[in-house]
């Protein structure tokens, strides 16, 4: 087992990852403060591992769980009120924990419940996916989607404890590991051209999930995105760069409608679609541009935004995305493999063209 | 004009108290950062004052407005989610302000609306009540009731200026006024004797709204709340005493329907009840207790639980109130006018006798 930390002062905690960690009642017992526990999780994971964490938590605590249905489609405020339905039912107090076991629909909508319930009660990211063992379980950064935005409604509120359990991934089936291999893929490109290199060269173990190769992965990006997050929790600054290819990909995702191209697909296709305007700035090389769309593609990623959509519905969608300030579209585009950039240095017609010819491709 | 501050380092904000402020777009200038604005306010305030808040915002910002229908019952998740639908519909981004026009209602779902939209953004407090404007326009509790619960569901965000125009008050009817009173009778009742006193003084002048006699107690019971705010504002110890009455109150909303008794008159007969629990314990003598029963009934405020409640009314709801945890049912009782202390130390038989008798009473 490896034991990061995410360094927020009082409101620091750990990520543990490595294999057989769900059972261990030692892991969660110090970062657990009250007594009442609630596990959220889905129907499809729910069968695989409540009752093994239900077991490790019943020792010294009282342990409900709720069981949502699964899907991007359920990251709603109407499912967020079945949470609270269930908490209040079931009479649970400010000292109550709330256990989210599960993806990333599920530590989001389950984090941002623990943010608002009493104003603010503790929560705990159990992750089964790999999107959400090196990315959206660490950092506190929780919410539901609106139908006009993703992740529009939301609170920073820091778990207590990151348990990723490596041994799930053999459970996830192959488009959820590749899906979260997009988020991997943007550690390398946003600040670590090893890390790239190194992916690069081990990418058959990783779809092969080779235990050693995933560890490492999910070790190296949960390091990247701790060290982010200790920097700048509420994205002043540095944190925005973690969104590379997220504004492209909420508008894929939105578009779309949510639950049609997994998250991790459509940030595969934003950060194409921000290397060809990166290119188009004459801040990328071709060579390189390809070189991302190669690795993508042999991941399994969508490299071309989905058929249907056009550039208005790109600029409508994208116009509404957090990244929007009053002095206009903010992205996150590369000077290089493991050199993003915030910048607004780009026209609109320079956005339009890219949208243009990667449409034009779809 | 008064102005005092709240302190909380980088988001401490003023409080402005007078006549006249609503107009004046200095006060609110160099406290919006944003260009956009959108006034939430419901349907009985919207005639009397939305046009001079939009007259005075409007030099340099985009404004918006959204009218809510009024009262204690629609401070509700569904009518959150159509403050979100405005802002979405009107793509406002995350540098928007949102300016709560109205009382406790709109003060506290507008809040919760700014804290979770965006994952946060700014948001101003213009009470047009008396309670809004002595109590819960200041301090960031933001938030929504539960059907089984109230102020469940919310979120800790400061507000970037409060703006209590007590020309406002004019408009306020009889019973919304006496609500008021209840408030700031709480102040004295928790850690101000000699304002006590002056209440009992000048409670006629109250009444008849003489502007001098109100702004002095708003401009006490303000500066008490910013007080304890500044030293406690996540309610770990203090800020806890702020909830005298409000335990036993909250039931008293929840039971009997939120809407049907205001905020204001089930804290008045929750401070008795508190009196009463306190008398028992032997803290508080009989003589103490009649003052301040008398005082509320001077106020025009109940100070007998409604009709219809039993006492396992009562402890169901006050089992899921916030001040429960896991170690037992906590209240805010006085040992004196002035001197209120949460505590655990006594008995649920004693807890039972004072509401058997109150309600015998009722």
Redesign the interface.
Known sequence: MKTLHVDLGARSYPIHIGSGLLDRPELYADRLR???VLIVTNVTVAPLYLERVRAALEDGHEVESLVLPDGEAYKT?QT??TV??AL??L?F???CTLAALGGGVIGDLTGFAA??????VDFVQIPTTLLAQVDSSVGG?T?VN????K??????HQPRLVLADTDTLDTLDDRQLRAGLAEVIKYGLIRDAAFFDWLEAHLEALLAREPGALAHAIEVSCRTKAAIVAEDE?EAGTRALLNLGHTFGHAIETGTGYGTWLHGEAVAAGMVLAAHLSERLGWLPAATVARIERLLERAGLPVTPPRGMGVEDFLGHM??D?K???TGLRLVLLRGIGEAVLTQDFTSEQLRATLDRALAGA
Chains 1, 2 share one sequence.
């Open positions: 009250g007594r009442q405020l967020l009120e609270f339905d209040m039912e009479r107090n400010r000292r943010a608002c319930f009493q104003r603010g950064k919410g609106h139908p006009r935005g992740n529009m409604i939301g609170a920073f509420r116009a509404v957090k929007a300030v009053d």
